[in-house]
């Protein structure tokens, strides 16, 4: 199994605090992704990031900050949490091969409540 | 805007029988394709795959088929196996990975 760990598996939270959950990889691939998981959406794509520093938006982007000070690390944030943001939080990494990304391994995933 | 779509959002078939399932895209950017399989409270896993230059990759029961002009892929199960049964999803990358809704799987004994 790829080393991709997320913590917490589990949080609940007030509407309005800040939140912030971590993906950790041993790996040292240079993509990570954040995902949410949503019945009738799939998987969604949040934040992306393509090395150390370098970021950019997915598809539902609003509301979510992330931050990548090191390869191993990446960092997705609510900045103010809403009932909307409930949904299981899946972060992913995989690398570019020269003639296409390899497939992303997964992490378990993490199921956020905002009350 | 969804830019890979699975418009079946279930699909139930018999053990031993071909499962079909469907995948179309619009972003004509996007060059490597894959399924996943999830099940319940585990992350996506990596089944099959298919880079843009090809039209077919075959690994055991899974075979993966890509058509370009129409921008829909399908993976084909045979036979199937209860052990199959679980959320399936197709991905598309090109900068990024984007995902499908996903197609539940079930296969009855």
């Known amino acids: 199994d790829a080393g991709i760990t997320q913590s917490p598996r589990h949080k609940v939270t007030e509407t309005g605090t800040p939140v912030t959950l971590r993906c950790h990889q041993t790996e040292n691939h240079r993509y990570m992704y954040w995902y949410r998981q949503d019945p009738g959406h799939g998987l969604r794509l949040i934040h992306y990031?393509?090395?150390?520093?370098?970021?950019d938006k997915g598809e539902v982007s609003d509301g979510y900050s992330v931050s990548r000070s090191k390869t191993e690390d990446f960092l997705l944030t609510l900045e103010s949490a809403t009932s909307s943001q409930t949904s299981v939080y899946f972060c992913?990494?995989?690398?570019?091969?020269?003639?296409?990304?390899?497939?992303?391994?997964f992490g378990q995933g993490t199921r956020l409540t905002v009350v | 805007d969804q830019q890979v779509k699975q418009n079946s959002p279930s699909l139930s078939v018999q053990e031993g029988r071909i499962s079909i399932l469907n995948c179309d895209y619009t972003?004509?950017?996007?060059?490597?394709f894959l399924w996943y399989k999830k099940y319940p409270a585990e992350g996506p896993t990596f089944l099959i795959s298919?880079?843009?230059?090809?039209d077919k990759n075959e690994d055991g029961r899974f075979t993966v088929f890509l058509n370009k002009s129409a921008k829909h892929l399908s993976l084909h199960i045979v036979p199937s196996q209860p052990g199959d049964s679980a959320v399936y999803f197709c991905?598309?990358?090109?900068?990024?990975?984007?995902f499908g809704a996903g197609t539940r799987l079930t296969v009855k004994p």
């Open positions: 991905a598309a990358s090109a900068l990024d990975m984007r």
């Open positions: 992913a990494i995989s690398e570019y091969r020269g003639v296409g990304f390899t497939e992303a391994f």
């Open positions: 990031s393509y090395g150390v520093k370098d970021t």
């Open positions: 298919i880079s843009s230059i090809k």
């Open positions: 972003n004509s950017m996007f060059d490597y």
